[in-house]
């Protein structure tokens, strides 16, 4: 059963574009909903996070829309560069899972040049 | 810069053999996390712990255990190894909310 899930789990998009990754979950005690950019070869790294408390997180050229309502998500990256290319991990913790942290399957981006 | 070491970075081991995967972290937090990576399945919760002496059962913990011995380290041991666990496997500390993860070890079971 999986608790968060990620879609598309593959996207490319030419650089100057948006891209837009969707993430949706289960628990609705979830309260903390961190995203995490990983490059090969690398472990994850935190990129942006939201409390469910709020309906937007603005970092730069990334931002965060939630929706607690839907239990939705989603990761907008702006005027993406080559350098964005990388798997894109949703995750979430919090509420009856305490500090468990669960993540999606990711979501493998591509910008082409 | 907070610090989490994995060892080792690359691992062969044979079916039925014991595997002992080692974490470190300089971070002082108190949770400590094991996760398998497998193409279309993203980040799987094997084990975790909340503090030295303290272990508690992830989303996929069959075949696994795990061992807290110190604040800093955290040991995720496959009794009997099987060609299924070949996958990266990642270790990772909790700070506040975030999760600072190590480089992973590739484990093949051959």
């Known amino acids: 059963q999986q608790q968060v899930r990620q879609s598309p789990q593959s996207l490319t998009v030419w650089e100057g574009e948006t891209a837009i990754l969707n993430c949706s979950y289960e628990?609705?005690?979830?309260?903390?909903f961190p995203w995490y950019q990983q490059f090969p070869g690398e472990g994850p790294a935190l990129l942006i996070s939201?409390?469910?408390?709020?309906d937007k997180k603005e970092d730069g050229r990334f931002t965060i829309f939630f929706n607690k309502r839907e239990k939705k998500l989603s990761l907008h990256i702006t005027d993406s560069q080559p350098g964005d290319s990388a798997t894109y991990f949703c995750?979430?913790?919090?509420?009856?899972?305490?500090?468990?942290?669960?993540f999606g399957s990711g979501t493998r981006l591509l910008v082409s040049p | 810069e907070a610090a989490v070491t994995q060892s080792p970075r690359n691992k062969v081991a044979v079916t039925g053999g014991k595997v002992t995967l080692s974490c470190n972290q300089t971070?002082?937090?108190?949770?400590m996390y094991w996760y398998r990576q497998d193409t279309g399945h993203g980040l799987r919760l094997i084990h975790y712990?909340?503090?030295?002496?303290?272990?508690e059962k992830g989303d996929i913990p069959d075949g696994y255990k795990a061992s807290r011995p110190s604040q800093e380290n955290f040991s995720l041991i496959l009794e009997l190894a099987t060609p299924s666990q070949t996958s990266v496997y990642f270790c990772?500390?909790?700070?506040?909310?975030?999760?600072?993860f190590g480089a992973g070890t590739r484990l093949s079971v051959l």
């Open positions: 990772a500390s909790g700070g506040q909310n975030t999760l600072y």
């Open positions: 628990d609705s005690t979830f309260n903390y």
């Open positions: 939201i409390r469910s408390v709020s």
């Open positions: 995750a979430a913790s919090g509420g009856t899972g305490g500090y468990k942290v669960v």
């Open positions: 971070n002082n937090h108190n949770n």
């Open positions: 712990s909340y503090g030295a002496g303290s272990t």
